[in-house]
């Protein structure tokens, strides 16, 4: 069974446990004394839409090109703050629902054979003990079928514990409520919120108890109920403005509908309905020291059944935080898990590629549907960047920047120069349009994000300038994201014409673009202009000490150890870059890894989770061990959630994406490579119900990195593609529909 297990209680939030159905979520605890639940609702923002266009930007728009054309940084950055910099500054941030807490009062000394446990098959949070003889047992699910957060306590004997509902900081000496009014009655509680700022969500929590004893196991005393029974169902439900009118009947109605079922049944739906999800697929690596509890298995760098845990953890926490339902919203910097009232970065949706990287196992993991709610923030997105594009930039179509928030706000954000006048986030966006429909060949969704797709290449069209030699089109404003470099006259500088990652970018819009012409068959107006725009991008540079050049000058960075390696983008996620079709470029960019690591890079979670894709796609397989050896050991906390620090969610769903890099790779056209990357350590293993582009699923085991026994083929569209066996060994061609042994 694959499980994460303890041996005592989480001391804090980084130790304790996520479930979540999507919408909602809580981190579990697991505590003996006083249980606590931190809750979160994924639409608790704060504040309502904001127009921050800055006003005056796309008339100062000329002068600041040309400030950047002949390097003059110091103006440029004086004109950028002064006209292109948006007021207010912040876009909106996430915010907690509430804490709930249940005291029993059972002193830790006092405690036998304590285990803390989340059985990632089933999606079940479970904390056993013995306390002055009597057996406890207490189990935390997230229903997506009911709609509730339900705990069950079970105990040999009737206990007692008393529920209270708040909503605190997560500084637990803090004892500041922020909330509207908590009130009990009729053995439910509840509670209104209303996080601060103009047109904020309200935002309505219930909590309501059932029994298996009389009417007189649950008493209310103030906004508290005191509970005492063998057998006890809480259930949680919450619902903002933002999905509904009427708050206090929606969240009331999913009680009460849940309540139509027993317990077990409850669990029964839960488990059902998760396991259609995470039954699709299955990864394990042998050998497994599933008997070590994870806090210390974490510490050991030789346990590759720990690197399969890790994967199907990804899975779990993406089902979790991501479904496809009414208004779903994306999985932010921290999914739906965040304790903070001042999350770090907002925890709002960064899309220079922490958002991107959050949704990279989707299609892998045979889990699109997970991915639809980015798509329906990208839709509302591209409607806001309309009037961003127009007033901005003098564009059609629509733009958005290095950041977005619930309500969609696509203009610059914050005053950091090297990130905040980056006007490619939304264009790096639709690439996931393609690479979707390049997973499961679904018309219907590409006929639906298409407009989408155009209203990004109408900007990009008219965005893109020629460069001072009148032979290229490059984008200006352009800057590589976060990072700062040096150039010919010993000068900090950060905008620039034509970033690496910028070209890049745009390369790949417009082919997805045009290919979605084709396979739509339809007549498209822009495609003779996509088409020669694409032509006249310059080709990448390879610098003087053999580096692919992150700027159009062979500048020199000011941190060489950089987290974010964005020149790098064509390699991955992009796919225009490989040993064996670009075999020149490909050794530019291991230079620039070699570099980074020499300077320390890969410092933060998602930045190593970064490096494991990239080194998995140049088919360097011991490296991309090395990188997940260090993952574990300095970016991961002790519920194997990824550290920055602090915790941000995308470096799970990163090194959970590159760890399928090393086994299964599918981004060159017609093509499947299976073990590319698979390390010496990870001697035996298998895959089940893993995805390949072009629709196709496979099964397959492997002993001393060869495949053993036969490769099970599920091709769902018939299309042609090619079998690249490990260590050079046969390759198969396939074509046709349904089942194909090798």
């Keep these: 069974m694959s499980e994460l297990w303890y041996q005592q209680p989480a001391a804090n939030w980084e130790e304790a446990l996520p479930v979540g159905n999507g919408r909602l979520g809580a981190m579990v605890y697991g505590r003996t004394d006083t249980e606590i639940l931190q809750l979160n609702e994924d639409s608790v923002w704060y504040g309502g839409p904001q127009d921050r266009v800055p006003r005056d930007a796309f008339e100062h728009l000329p002068r600041l090109r040309s400030l950047i054309r002949e390097g003059n940084h110091a103006e440029a950055e004086k004109l950028v703050r002064l006209a292109f910099f948006s007021h207010p500054i912040s876009q909106r941030h996430y915010e907690p629902l509430g804490t709930l807490f249940l005291d029993f009062g059972h002193a830790p000394e006092y405690v036998w054979n304590y285990r803390r446990s989340l059985d990632i098959e089933r999606a079940i949070s479970r904390v056993e003990y013995e306390y002055k003889g009597v057996k406890l047992q207490r ?51 509840t509670m209104h919120i209303t996080p601060g700022g103009h047109k904020s969500n309200r935002a309505c929590c219930m909590v309501k108890v059932r029994t298996a004893d009389d009417q007189d196991s649950v008493i209310r005393l103030g906004n508290k109920l005191l509970v005492n029974s063998r057998d006890v169902l809480v259930l949680i439900s919450a619902q903002t403005t933002y999905r509904c009118d009427d708050i206090d009947k929606e969240a009331s109605s999913d009680l009460e509908t849940a309540l139509r079922h027993s317990t077990d049944e409850i669990w029964e739906r839960h488990v059902n309905d998760y396991r259609s999800l995470y039954g699709r697929m299955e990864l394990r690596l042998s050998p497994n020291s599933c008997d070590v509890p994870t806090d210390k298995r974490i510490k050991n760098s030789h346990d590759p059944g720990l690197i399969a845990l890790y994967h199907n953890y990804c899975r779990y926490l993406l089902i979790s935080c991501s479904r496809d339902e009414h208004k779903a919203l994306p999985a932010t910097l921290q999914g739906i898990w965040n304790p903070s009232f001042h999350p770090a970065w907002g925890c709002k949706y960064t899309i220079n590629i922490n958002l991107q990287m959050n949704y990279w196992p989707a299609n892998v993991c045979n889990l699109s549907d997970c991915e639809m709610p980015l798509f329906s923030l990208l839709e509302r997105v591209a409607k806001s960047g309309e009037e961003t594009a127009q007033k901005m930039y003098g564009c059609r179509g629509w733009v958005a920047h290095h950041c977005t928030d ?337």
């Design 406 to 742: 619930i309500w969609a706000d696509t203009s610059p954000v914050d005053t950091w120069m090297p990130a905040t006048l980056w006007p490619l986030g939304g264009a790096w966006l639709c690439v996931h349009i393609w690479d979707h429909f390049r997973f499961t060949r679904d018309k219907e969704f590409l006929e639906r994000m298409f407009p989408t797709l155009q209203g990004c290449v109408q900007f990009l069209l008219d965005f893109l300038v020629e460069d001072a030699s009148g032979e290229y089109l490059v984008t200006n404003p352009s800057l590589s994201p976060e990072n700062t470099f040096i150039d010919k006259n010993g000068e900090r500088g950060v905008l620039c014409e034509g970033s690496t990652i910028d070209i890049q970018i745009v390369n790949a819009v417009l082919n997805a673009y045009l290919k979605s012409v084709e396979d739509l068959e339809i007549d498209a107006e822009l495609a003779p202009a996509a088409s020669d725009a694409l032509r006249r991008l310059p080709p990448l540079r390879i610098g003087s000490f053999g580096q692919l050049q992150e700027w159009p000058s062979d500048y020199a960075e000011v941190e060489p150890g950089h987290r974010h390696v964005s020149h790098l983008w064509g390699l991955h996620p992009g796919d225009t870059i490989s040993p064996e079709t670009t075999p020149k470029i490909a050794e530019a960019c291991a230079v620039v890894l070699r570099r980074r690591q020499a300077h320390g890079g890969g410092h933060t979670g998602w930045s190593r989770a970064w490096l494991i894709n990239l080194h998995a796609r140049l088919l360097a397989a011991e490296e991309c061990a090395k990188h997940l050896e260090l993952l574990l050991a300095r970016s991961t906390l002790p519920n194997l959630l990824d550290t920055h620090p602090p915790f941000q969610i995308d470096g799970n769903f990163g090194a959970g994406a590159g760890i399928l890099e090393m086994l299964l790779q599918s981004h060159e056209e017609g093509i499947i490579r299976l073990l590319p990357a698979c390390p010496r350590a990870w001697s035996s293993g298998s895959l089940r119900g893993v995805c390949a582009r072009g629709g196709f699923k496979l099964d397959f085991s492997w002993e001393n990195g060869q495949i053993k026994d036969a490769v099970a083929v599920y091709s769902e569209f018939g299309r042609k593609t090619v079998l690249f066996l490990p260590n050079n060994g046969p390759r198969v061609e396939i074509q046709g529909t349904g089942l194909h042994r090798i």
């Design 139 to 189: 189990e935390v699910i997230a229903s997506d079928p009911d709609g509730v957060v339900a705990i069950r306590v079970q105990a040999s004997q009737r206990t007692e514990f008393v529920l209270r509902l708040s909503r605190m900081s997560e500084l637990e000496y803090e004892t500041n409520e922020y909330l509207d009014d908590v009130t009990a009655r009729d053995r439910t509680i």
